[in-house]
């Protein structure tokens, strides 16, 4: 992760510069959607992503010792998933038009009369 300050919000943002561009960093993202794939895997009304991920998985495998708890798979998961996002050239500054686009206050309709 980057060691400068981040976007703040519900999901961080850090933003790290490089010769070519910046690197947004979304850690916080790939932690969020590892914990939903896992909460697919595990959960116990539909096990059809769970028979699909046993179906394809390496019998002659060794399957470790015990289970790890869902915290620490999921931490072992972000670790193998990309958080990282490049933006080369001008697609950092085309983004943030983008974003101050996007997130200009805008009027607020007014409420319709009840008829």
Known sequence: MSDETPVT?????YVRTIPTGVVLDL???TRLVVGDVLDALLAPNDTE???RL???ADTDRTAAEGRLPYEEL????TDRASSRVPL????????SWKL???SAPRPVPGQRGAA
């Open 49 to 51: 992503a769970w028979d």
């Open 100 to 102: 101050r686009e996007a």
């Open 27 to 29: 850690e916080a993202l």
């Open 54 to 56: 046993h179906s394809l």
């Open 74 to 77: 999921v931490a072992e998961l």
């Open 9 to 13: 919000g519900p999901i961080p943002i």
């Open 88 to 95: 080369y050239g001008p697609a950092a500054l085309e983004m």
